[in-house]
């Protein structure tokens, strides 16, 4: 008796056996408990140097802000102390984000073959690369010019009568750097969404090229929610924001000339006997 040739098809890892519904919610139950864990822990241990979190942000302020006794004012007796836990979550957050998205992988690693895995993973290596980048590039170039245009409205010169000083609550100005920073970084994930979608095939690069009119404005719509009320900083954000949309175009077009996830994972099927 001959064998019969090995199906071309045939998938190159088969999952060891076929998780319920059950138990898929106990590893994911699993996953997002040590997630937590590992980001509480991060969040207690960041609160111990939130002193020196605090000098690092407040640093672009300092450095556009003349004279020698500037300072951050607090008015409630609590707002310091709720201040410095802020802090504390947000290095926590980004401490633990690396095993947040390991956990996650880890999770829908096993039900993915191996050509699946290979499409999967870039976009898990790209996705903190290009949100610390955001991150950067708000706090190098963004805030230290936003900053300087505010405080250009200072003026403390007598022959205006009375001063006109900033002295920002510590709160309101740690919670707007905060949100910049998170806000840029989750701007900067574009080319990895799309990305995604046209590997997919939700979406095309034509289709992209076609709206992208539609998206432009769309993009300095989001610039003008997130970034401070001045035409400078919805600039600095929307200018990057339209240069990584032609990337995630260019992207999703090269992505194209290489099969879907969904024909990828229709041809790790195993053959019906």
């Known amino acids: 008796m001959t064998t019969p040739p090995p199906d071309e098809k ?7 056996k076929t998780m319920s519904l059950l138990e898929h919610l106990v590893e994911l139950r699993r996953r997002l408990l040590i997630s937590f864990l590992f980001f509480a822990c991060a ?3 960041s609160y111990f140097f939130a002193a020196d979190i605090y000098g690092f942000l407040v640093k672009p302020l300092a450095q556009v802000l003349p004279g020698e006794n500037r300072r951050l004012i ?12 802020k802090l504390a979550c947000f290095a926590g957050g980004f401490l633990s984000f690396p095993v947040v998205a390991s956990q996650l ?9 191996k050509n699946e895995k290979s499409v999967f993973l870039p976009f898990l290596v790209a996705t903190p690369a290009l949100f610390m980048t955001g991150a950067a590039f708000v706090y190098y170039l963004v805030i230290p010019v936003a900053w300087k245009f505010f ?9 205006t009568g009375m001063p006109i000083q900033l002295e920002a609550r510590v709160s309101e100005y740690l919670s707007l750097i905060m949100t910049l920073i998170f806000a840029f970084g989750f701007c ?19 289709w992209l ?14 610039a003008a929610v997130l970034t401070p009320p001045d035409i400078l900083s919805q600039f600095m954000l929307a200018v990057p924001m339209m240069a990584l949309y032609e990337i995630s175009v260019i992207l999703v077009r090269m992505g194209e000339k290489k099969p879907k996830i969904a024909d990828v994972a229709a041809e790790n099927e195993i053959p019906a006997p």
């Open 10 to 16: 045939a998938p190159e890892k088969t999952p060891e």
């Open 151 to 159: 405080a250009g409205f200072e003026s403390l010169h007598p022959a």
């Open 105 to 113: 992988w880890l999770f829908v690693a096993p039900g993915l073959y």
């Open 43 to 45: 969040t207690v241990a």
């Open 74 to 85: 607090y008015t409630g007796l609590g707002e310091a102390f709720i201040t410095y836990l």
């Open 188 to 206: 900067f994930q574009m080319p990895v969404l799309l990305t995604l979608l046209g590997r997919v095939g939700i979406i095309s690069s034509e």
């Open 209 to 222: 090229a076609d709206k992208r009119r539609y998206m432009i404005v769309l993009i300095f719509i989001v």
